[in-house]
């Protein structure tokens, strides 16, 4: 059936309408013409031709009807892919922009990890140096550690 309908799509739609049209006319015509001798013995095969042809036209008319309709929705669809393309190409800018900020603010904040961290070796650079440079006698620092060693134990023990 659908190889019928492709095939017949390629007949141009006016000729369903004048076949229609014909159709319509012949059976009103033979209605008169019939009354004469020499119709009056065609007259019913003519009525069943004609007939058959406009049932096929308005068949033909309800194709060519629904093919618009269909053509009409995927014109809307193309319609609306259309934008949401555009729509589409204007998240991908945003999206890519968000991108860029976040890189951005990562690497302000890796730097700032960076600094931070060089501060952090040079503090514990001056407090090994303050350790050996101590004043305090290291006998007095082992028993500190020590008391502290033993408060940790206890508080493990509650």
Known sequence: MEQLLWMLSFVPAWIYHLLLI???MSLAGISFLGKLPFFN????????????ILIFSIW??????????W??????????????????QEKTVEIQE???EKTRVIKE???EVIKFVDRVITN?????????????????IELHNQAVMINS?????K
């Open 109 to 111: 904040k890796g730097q």
């Open 153 to 157: 134990k206890e508080g493990e023990k």
């Open 60 to 69: 033909m008319e309800g194709v060519i009807a629904n093919e618009e309709k």
């Open 71 to 88: 053509q009409a929705k995927i014109k809307e669809l193309e319609d609306k892919v259309i934008v949401a393309e555009a729509k589409g």
């Open 124 to 140: 514990k650079e001056e407090v090994v140096k303050y350790v050996e440079h101590c004043s305090i006698p290291k006998d007095i």
């Open 98 to 100: 968000k991108i860029v």
């Open 41 to 52: 013995q065609y007259k019913l095969p003519f009525q069943v031709l004609m007939g058959l």
């Open 22 to 24: 014909c159709a319509i």
